[in-house]
């Protein structure tokens, strides 16, 4: 059975700070998504990821995907209030996709 | 475009009552799929429907039950609701592996 974990579990800084949180799998990856879901909202897809060593970009979000494919990386530049959340990694899998049990982040302003 | 859709928001039953769960897409999506979340356990696929009139078990089917209605519809139906389906659960629907997920139900069980 594949195990996600993520880190830290819980995250809590100050507006204007860099952050990096992380999802690592027992097992390769099919392909990586990353979610991000406000309270009381479904979960919104921020990214896929696809190929070992891969970088994506998204406003102030950087997304890694290591070379190996089974671990990745959301790193976060000058949060802001707006980036609260529960950030979320999924493996696409054969037919469906498995969460991580996520990381919760505030951003105090 | 509504996206996907979820009736009802919030839902407090009495152990062994029963009730379905509704979902709709606008999306022209042919998967759809049930979720449920609970605290520190992510998200955690309950059953799938690939295109309609398909229908398959995830990680955790015991206690339910889906009916793909239409491309649109997919329920969830808990027969004999029990303390432990007490959770959040999300609806979504899905063109490959890009998933678009509904606002949720809170369901309690007491």
């Known amino acids: 059975t594949q195990l996600l974990e993520q880190s830290p579990q819980f995250l809590s800084i100050q507006e204007g700070e860099n952050l990096t949180v992380y999802c690592n799998s027992s097992?390769?990856?099919?392909?990586l998504q990353w979610y991000r879901q406000e309270p009381g909202e479904g979960p919104v897809l921020l990214v896929t990821?696809?190929?070992?060593?891969e970088v994506k970009k998204l406003k102030r979000l950087t997304f890694q995907f290591g070379d190996a494919r089974k671990d990745s990386s959301l790193h976060i530049t000058a949060a802001q209030p707006g980036d609260t959340g529960l950030y979320l990694c999924?493996?696409?899998?054969?037919?469906?996709?498995?969460f991580g049990t996520g990381t919760r982040l505030t951003v105090i302003p | 475009n509504a996206g996907v859709t979820q009736t009802p928001k919030f839902q407090v039953l009495k152990t062994g009552q029963s009730m379905t769960l509704q979902c709709a897409q606008d999306?022209?999506?042919?998967?759809m799929y049930w979720y449920r979340q609970d605290p520190g356990m992510g998200l955690r696929l309950i059953y799938y429907?690939?295109?309609?009139?398909?229908?398959d078990k995830g990680e955790v089917p015991n206690g339910y039950n889906v009916s793909r209605l239409n491309k649109r519809e997919f329920s969830l139906r808990l027969e004999s609701a029990a303390p432990s389906q007490t959770s959040v659960y999300f609806c979504?629907?899905?063109?490959?592996?890009?998933?678009?997920f509904g606002p949720g139900t809170r369901l309690t069980v007491t």
């Open positions: 979504a629907s899905g063109l490959d592996y890009e998933q678009y």
């Open positions: 097992s390769v990856f099919s392909s």
């Open positions: 990821v696809v190929t070992g060593g």
């Open positions: 999924a493996d696409t899998g054969a037919n469906n996709l498995f």
């Open positions: 999306m022209n999506h042919n998967s």
């Open positions: 429907s690939a295109s309609e009139g398909t229908t």
